[in-house]
Structure formats: structure tokens, C-alpha cells
């Protein structure tokens, strides 16, 4: 039994230490919206929000890969770009950097200890990305994704900071509601879930 507890601690532990290590990821959807109407989409107006970080403020690779990230995978989900003025969903992205500390002291609390037991201060910058698809009719956010996690050593490295654009995009569109689409066959048509 006491191997059982031990094994527990080890593993939260580790938990505890990856937190700031592991991308969360989350949405929230509109009640009632029928998403088989959005067809389109473009960007909205930019808002006078800054990032809060000048490393991104003035990164033109951020902005564009993020754009390029979320249209790529909207049209994997039907939706084209449409000309100016007549988009029939319009998408926002606010993007901020936070500085986080972590205080691991579970192991100590456990009686399992490294070193000399104290516990460890985790600092950390944690980026944060949210993605508003709003109807461009009633100007309601019908769909919000949001992405958080650690961006230390991402910020100036773009090799890394287009591979947790994608990862965070990807993820936030897994989320994205799969819109009832019209299947059309010989003498009928029908609503299916789409794919």
C-alpha cells in the first residue's frame, strides 16, 4: 500500500511540473446558432488592444501565420474567405502574454522530497490566444476558442512559434461545432451532421 501512495505522489508530482507545460484548450458555443448558415468568413476589424508584449505587438510573422493557421482551418471546415462587406461571419483574435509563477510544494505536503525539501518556485510566460467568430448580421459571438500555455523559448524562435500556432489553432477548431450540411441525392435531399 505504502508502493500505491508513493507512486501517487511520483505522479502528481510530475503532474504538478508539466502544468505549465501543457496547452490548454477550450470554447464555448452560442445556444441555438445553426452553423449550416455561415458560409463565409473574413477578418473583422483589428481593435486598439495591444498584445501586452511588444514581441508580438511588432511581429509581423505572428499575425500572419496565426491568420493563415485559422483560415487554413476553416476552409477544411466549408468556410471561404469572401470578398469585403459580404462575409457572413467575421473572426477577431486577441492575443496576450502573462507572467505566471508556480509554487510546486506537493511533494514536500506528500513527505516525498527532492533535495532538501523546499518548495520550488516556477516562473513562466504564459501565452494566450482567443479566436471570436462573430455573425457578421447581428455582430453576436456565436463561437469563442481560447488557447493557453507556456511560450518560454517560443517568442524569438519562429520555427517553434509556427508549430504552436498550428498546434493551438488545431486544437481550438477540434472544438468548432460540425454544421448540419446538405447531402444531395437523386430525388432528395437531406441534413446530415457534417464531417
Same mark, same amino acid.
Given at each position: 500500500?505504502?508502493?500505491?501512495?508513493?507512486?501517487? =505522489?511520483?505522479?502528481?508530482?510530475?503532474?504538478?511540473?508539466?502544468?505549465?507545460?501543457?496547452?490548454?484548450?477550450?470554447?464555448?458555443? @452560442?445556444?441555438?446558432?445553426? #452553423?449550416?448558415?455561415?458560409?463565409? #468568413?473574413?477578418?473583422?476589424?483589428?481593435?486598439?488592444?495591444? =498584445?501586452?508584449?511588444?514581441?508580438?505587438?511588432?511581429?509581423?510573422? #505572428? %499575425?500572419?501565420?496565426? @491568420?493563415?493557421?485559422? @483560415?487554413?482551418?476553416?476552409?477544411?471546415?466549408?468556410?471561404?474567405?469572401?470578398?469585403?462587406? =459580404?462575409?457572413?461571419?467575421?473572426?477577431?483574435?486577441?492575443?496576450?502574454? =502573462?507572467?505566471? #509563477?508556480?509554487?510546486?510544494?506537493?511533494?514536500?505536503?506528500?513527505?516525498?522530497?527532492?533535495?532538501?525539501?523546499?518548495?520550488?518556485?516556477?516562473?513562466?510566460?504564459?501565452?494566450?490566444?482567443?479566436?471570436?467568430? /462573430?455573425?457578421?448580421?447581428?455582430?453576436? /459571438?456565436?463561437?469563442?476558442?481560447?488557447?493557453?500555455?507556456?511560450?518560454? %523559448?517560443?517568442?524569438?524562435?519562429?520555427?517553434?512559434?509556427?508549430?504552436?500556432?498550428?498546434?493551438?489553432?488545431? %486544437?481550438?477548431?477540434?472544438?468548432?461545432?460540425?454544421?448540419?450540411?446538405?447531402?444531395?441525392?437523386?430525388?432528395?435531399? %437531406?441534413?446530415?451532421?457534417?464531417?
Amino acid at each position: 500500500m505504502r508502493r500505491l501512495g508513493e507512486l501517487a =505522489t511520483l505522479t502528481l508530482s510530475a503532474l504538478a511540473l508539466a502544468g505549465c507545460a501543457t496547452m490548454n484548450v477550450s470554447s464555448h458555443v @452560442e445556444r441555438g446558432v445553426n #452553423f449550416a448558415q455561415y458560409r463565409s #468568413f473574413d477578418w473583422g476589424p483589428a481593435d486598439a488592444l495591444p =498584445t501586452g508584449d511588444p514581441r508580438l505587438d511588432r511581429n509581423p510573422f #505572428f %499575425k500572419d501565420h496565426l @491568420e493563415g493557421a485559422v @483560415e487554413k482551418q476553416l476552409a477544411t471546415r466549408g468556410l471561404e474567405r469572401a470578398r469585403a462587406g =459580404t462575409a457572413d461571419v467575421l473572426i477577431h483574435y486577441h492575443a496576450n502574454i =502573462t507572467q505566471r #509563477f508556480e509554487v510546486n510544494g506537493v511533494d514536500r505536503d506528500r513527505g516525498y522530497c527532492y533535495d532538501d525539501c523546499q518548495p520550488r518556485l516556477i516562473e513562466y510566460e504564459e501565452g494566450t490566444i482567443v479566436l471570436d467568430l /462573430v455573425d457578421a448580421h447581428t455582430n453576436r /459571438v456565436i463561437w469563442r476558442g481560447w488557447a493557453q500555455e507556456s511560450v518560454d %523559448k517560443v517568442i524569438d524562435n519562429q520555427d517553434r512559434m509556427e508549430r504552436q500556432i498550428n498546434q493551438a489553432v488545431t %486544437k481550438m477548431m477540434d472544438r468548432f461545432p460540425k454544421p448540419l450540411v446538405r447531402v444531395t441525392r437523386p430525388g432528395e435531399g %437531406k441534413l446530415q451532421a457534417g464531417s
